[in-house]
């Protein structure tokens, strides 16, 4: 339904599915699953990007360097506070990489779960963004299929990595009220 929406059948009614949102938790899923088992590919940049840091964030980035290298950056310490950014990890291409690692390091100065968790989580999320399905695309009958299949393989199907719902169902009963 407008190149946004699967709308399928089911037990209780009708199925809708946020493409784009379902895509995002595969992709995610799947490179949470590629850090894990630390298969992650880096892509060398054609031209290093400089990041000057603040005293704080060069501490932090010092400190996070061992993890960002596993998950397939590849950076390197220049002089003082400024790093250059040789490599990213895969499906970043599209994505401002010195914003994504400014993020990154102010999620961690504020705190929460542990340090190698949030820089995987923030990474893998960013990832998921850039590369799912947009909206407006329309999936063949064989793409829609194969993405309900996959979602609902997956151990979260309701709600995106940032907690969004990414689907619903109305009901029979629902539906027999619209018509009445």
């Given at each position: 339904?407008k ?5 399928s059948p ?5 199925l ?21 088992g ?49 490599g ?22 504020e ?7 949030r ?12 590369s ?8 063949s ?14 151990t ?14 109305i009901?029979?009963n629902q ?6």
């Amino acid at each position: 339904l407008k190149g946004r929406y699967i709308l399928s059948p089911n037990d209780e009614g009708l199925l809708i599915v946020d493409q784009r949102r379902a895509h995002m938790r595969i992709l995610y899923d799947n490179y949470m699953s590629q850090i894990s088992g630390e298969n992650v590919i880096s892509q060398r940049v054609l031209f290093p990007e400089i990041i000057n840091l603040t005293p704080a964030q060069n501490a932090l980035m010092i400190e996070l360097e061992p993890d960002l290298t596993k998950i397939g950056f590849c950076i390197s310490e220049l002089s003082g506070k400024d790093w250059a950014i040789n490599g990213i990890p895969q499906g970043l291409s599209n994505t401002n990489v010195k914003d994504l690692l400014l993020q990154v390091l102010d999620s961690i100065e504020e705190g929460g779960s542990s340090l190698q968790n949030r820089v995987y989580e923030h990474i893998a999320l960013t990832v998921a963004k850039a590369s799912s399905i947009n909206y407006g695309r329309v999936l063949s009958d064989d793409e829609m299929d194969a993405l309900v299949t996959d979602l609902f393989s997956r151990t979260e199907p309701n709600f995106t990595p940032d907690g969004k719902h990414i689907h619903t169902t109305i009901t029979y009963n629902q539906i027999s009220k619209f018509l009445q």
